[in-house]
């Protein structure tokens, strides 16, 4: 794992526009973990706040100690329509 506790998940239900922000607990250091079959944001107990297969086609979400999320989606396991991914420099 790697990353800083700058790191967070979050969540946003289109139905009606409600964002929701997860930042770092201080319970862990598991921020990010990229292998070659998986991505991986958060962790803990033995579960992952989000987890993508390498084809980027599936995902699945939990609640980790990293973040203290809930489950970012319904239902937990699902397949990836359309991917985004941000970076910021300072």
Same mark, same amino acid.
């Given at each position: &794992?790697?990353? *800083? !506790? /700058?790191?967070?998940? $979050?969540?946003?239900?289109?139905? +009606?526009?409600?964002?929701?922000? &997860?930042?770092? *607990? !201080? /319970?862990?250091?598991? $921020?990010?973990?990229?292998?070659? +079959?998986?991505?991986?944001?958060?962790?803990?107990?033995?579960?992952?706040?989000?987890?993508?297969?390498?084809?980027?086609?599936?995902?699945?979400?939990?609640?980790?100690?990293?973040?203290?999320?809930?489950?970012?989606?319904?239902?937990?396991?699902?397949?990836?329509?359309?991917?985004?991914?941000?970076?910021?420099?300072?």
């Amino acid at each position: &794992f790697y990353g *800083t !506790g /700058e790191s967070f998940l $979050f969540s946003f239900a289109s139905e +009606d526009h409600s964002f929701r922000l &997860f930042p770092w *607990t !201080g /319970e862990n250091d598991f $921020f990010i973990r990229c292998l070659p +079959d998986s991505l991986a944001v958060g962790a803990g107990d033995g579960h992952f706040g989000l987890l993508v297969d390498a084809g980027l086609y599936q995902g699945t979400t939990r609640h980790c100690l990293t973040f203290a999320n809930p489950p970012l989606t319904e239902p937990q396991d699902f397949v990836i329509k359309a991917m985004e991914c941000w970076r910021f420099d300072l």
